[in-house]
C-alpha cells in the first residue's frame, strides 16, 4: 500500500539523528513526513498502524547479495531475491558481479537496472567487475561504468591477484570516488581447501583454508588503497588477524571500512557436524577465537557493518558434500533475527549498534540515500517484533536458496512490515 501512512507508538531507533525511543512516524509522498507525537485527526492519514511493542529501524542496507542473475537463476533471480530481501526488512541491496557472464559492461549492468525495476521491490544496486571477465588481467572500463551509475566494483568469489593490476584500478575507481568491495583470498594459498584449517578439518580429513590466506591480502589491499587514495571495503571479514589488521589501518587514517556475516560470528567450525555442505562458505566457518575478535571489533567499532554474503545453491548441488559442493550460504532473510539473538540479547550491540550496522553505515559507505528516520528522509523502513521467537525454517524461505546452516535454530526476532519509498512491500501481522 502506497499513501499516507501513519506509524503509531513504535520504538524507534535511528542512528542518524541519535534518537531511540518510543515516537509516531508519519510517511507520505514516499518520505518520512514527521516524527514524534502526531495526531491522526490532524493528518488524516489513509491507514494507522499500531506499532506498539515494535521496533522501527531505517530498512537494512546490504553490501553483500548474490542475485545470481543472469546466468544461474535455477539459484536465484533478482525478482525471487529481492522478494527475500523485503521478507528480511532489506530495503536496498548491493548485487555482487560474479553472474554468468561476469557484470564487466554497462550492456550488462543496464540488463540488471532494467529488470530490477520492473519486478524488485527493493533498490538493487549493481556492483561491476574489477577486471574484464574477472580474469584479473586487464581493468574493466571503470569510468563508462561509472557514468552509468555504478557506485562500487568487486571481484568477489577471489581476488585480484596480480597487484600491479589492482592498483592501477584502484587508482582510477578512486578518482571517480566509487567503492571497492574485496574479497581477501590468496588463491595460491588455498590448495584445494574447503574448510577452516585447524583440528577439525584434520578429523574429518579435509583439506583446510588458513587464516593467512584471508589476511595476507587484506593486509597488501589497504596498503595498495592506501597507495592510490581509494576507498575500500574489506568483504566478510573471518579472521583474528583481519580484525586486527583493520584496527591498525584505520588508526593510521587509511580510508577502509569493513564487514561480518552472522554465520562467521555465530557459528564456529567446531558446530559443523560432519559433512553438511549447508556449512562450506567462503571464508569458512573458523575458530572461537576468530568470533571472540569479530565480535570485538564489531563493538569497538572496527567492523562498521554486518551484510549477509547472501549465497543461494541448489539442494541437489549442496548434497555433493565438503568436497563436491560450491560454497556459500543464504541470508537475507535471517540476518536481522541472527543478529538481534545473537548480539544484541547477549549484550555484545546495543540496538542502535545493531540499526548502524545494518543499515546507517552501509548507506553512508555505499553513498546511497537511507539508514535514517529523520524528517525529509525516504520512507525506507523496518519494522521488527524483536519479542517473537520462532524457529528458522528454510522451507519458508522466499530466496529459491534453502541452504543454511541455521536451520531448525531458535531465534528472536520476524519482520512485520517493510517499507520502500513510502510503500508496504511485506507485511506479515500474523507470523
Given amino acids: 500500500m502506497k499513501g499516507t501512512i501513519l ?6 531507533v535511528d542512528p542518524a539523528s541519535g534518537f531511540e525511543g518510543i515516537s509516531d512516524l508519519l510517511i507520505k509522498d514516499g518520505i518520512i513526513a514527521a516524527r514524534g507525537a502526531l495526531s491522526e485527526a490532524e493528518h488524516r492519514p489513509d491507514r494507522v498502524i499500531d506499532a506498539d511493542g515494535l521496533v522501527v529501524f531505517p530498512g537494512l542496507v546490504d553490501l553483500h547479495v548474490h542475485l545470481r542473475d543472469p546466468g544461474q537463476t535455477e539459484k536465484e533471480d533478482i525478482a525471487s531475491g529481492s522478494r527475500a530481501a523485503a521478507h528480511g526488512g532489506v ?10 557472464p561476469p557484470m564487466d559492461s554497462v550492456s550488462r549492468i543496464s540488463y540488471v537496472v532494467s529488470k530490477a525495476a520492473e519486478v524488485s521491490p ?4 549493481q556492483a561491476a567487475s574489477i577486471t574484464e571477465g574477472m580474469q584479473g588481467e586487464k581493468a574493466t572500463d571503470i569510468e563508462a561504468l561509472c557514468a552509468a551509475g555504478v557506485r ?4 568477489d568469489g577471489k581476488s585480484v591477484m596480480d597487484a600491479r593490476v589492482m592498483l592501477g584500478a584502484m587508482k582510477r575507481i578512486a578518482a571517480a570516488d566509487a567503492l571497492i568491495c574485496d574479497h581477501c583470498e590468496d588463491i595460491g594459498m588455498v590448495a584445494g581447501g574447503v574448510m577452516n584449517e585447524d583440528a577439525n578439518s584434520a578429523r574429518m580429513g579435509l583439506p583446510g583454508i588458513s587464516n593467512a590466506v584471508e589476511d595476507t591480502i587484506a593486509a597488501r589491499d589497504i596498503v595498495l588503497a592506501e597507495a ?9 571479514c573471518s579472521t583474528e588477524g583481519s580484525v586486527r589488521i583493520l584496527r591498525a589501518a584505520k588508526r593510521e587514517g587509511v580510508r577502509v571500512t569493513a564487514e561480518v556475516c552472522p554465520h562467521h560470528f555465530l557459528l564456529t567450525s567446531d558446530d559443523i557436524p560432519g559433512d553438511d555442505a549447508n556449512f562450506k562458505m567462503n571464508p569458512p566457518l573458523r575458530t572461537a577465537r576468530d568470533v571472540q575478535a569479530l565480535k570485538e571489533g564489531l563493538a569497538d567499532g572496527t567492523i562498521d557493518c554486518i551484510s549477509t554474503d547472501h549465497a543461494p545453491h541448489t539442494a541437489d548441488e549442496k548434497r555433493k558434500g565438503f568436497l563436491g559442493a560450491p560454497f556459500g550460504i543464504t541470508g537475507l532473510e535471517t540476518s ?8 544484541v540479547k547477549t549484550g555484545v550491540l546495543t540496538l542502535m549498534q545493531m540499526a548502524e550496522k ?6 553512508r559507505i555505499l553513498g546511497v540515500p537511507g539508514g535514517s528516520l529523520m524528517e525529509g528522509a525516504p520512507a525506507d523502513i523496518a519494522v521488527f517484533d524483536f519479542s517473537a521467537e520462532r524457529v528458522i525454517r528454510p522451507s519458508g524461505f522466499f530466496s529459491k536458496g534453502k541452504n543454511s546452516p541455521f536451520a531448525g535454530r531458535t531465534v528472536y526476532g520476524t519482520v512485520r512490515y517493510t517499507f520502500v519509498d513510502g510503500e508496504i512491500v511485506w507485511e506479515d501481522c500474523d507470523d
Fill in 228 to 236: 592510490a587514495g581509494a576507498r575500500l571495503h574489506l568483504c566478510h
Fill in 122 to 125: 527493493v533498490h538493487i544496486l
Fill in 336 to 343: 536481522a533475527a541472527l543478529t538481534y539473538t545473537g548480539l
Fill in 91 to 100: 530495503t536496498t541491496l548491493l548485487a555482487m558481479p560474479n553472474t554468468r
Fill in 358 to 363: 545494518m543499515s546507517t553505515n552501509p548507506a
Fill in 7 to 12: 506509524l503509531k507508538g513504535g520504538y524507534i
Fill in 152 to 155: 562500487a566494483f568487486s571481484e
